[in-house]
């Protein structure tokens, strides 16, 4: 299993959000951190919010997309679990029970 992170953000009306930035950033993830500059993989995949989870299994296929839990700031404080949930369906070769929630945090940074 593989994970990464793809940054959708407008740089150029978010400089956190540029190149320099996402560097510095990658220093401390331990998966591939990638910058969508078109923003062509954030629309193909119909992202809206940032983080947005999507777990794909070996067809290629997504069997979840929303939020890492329901407590984005404090993770000590979430109730539930989605992604953890879906990836232990995922590896037990079942489908997750909740596939889709309402991922939670800042809406994608569009270019105008």
Request: hydrophobic residues 35%.
């Amino acid at each position: 299993m593989g994970f990464v992170g793809i940054n959708s953000n407008d740089p150029d009306n978010y400089p956190t959000d540029n190149w320099e930035h996402m560097i510095k950033r990658a220093e401390t993830m331990s998966y591939a951190y990638l910058h969508d500059a078109s923003q062509e993989v954030a629309r193909a995949w119909g992202a809206e919010r940032t983080p947005e989870f999507y777990l794909i299994n070996g067809q290629g296929r997504i069997t979840y997309r929303g939020r890492l839990d329901d407590s984005p700031k404090d993770p000590g404080l979430a109730t539930t679990h989605e992604l953890m949930d879906a990836i232990a369906a995922l590896l037990a070769d079942e489908q997750p029970d909740t596939p889709r929630t309402d991922s939670i945090g800042c809406s994608v940074k569009w270019k105008v």
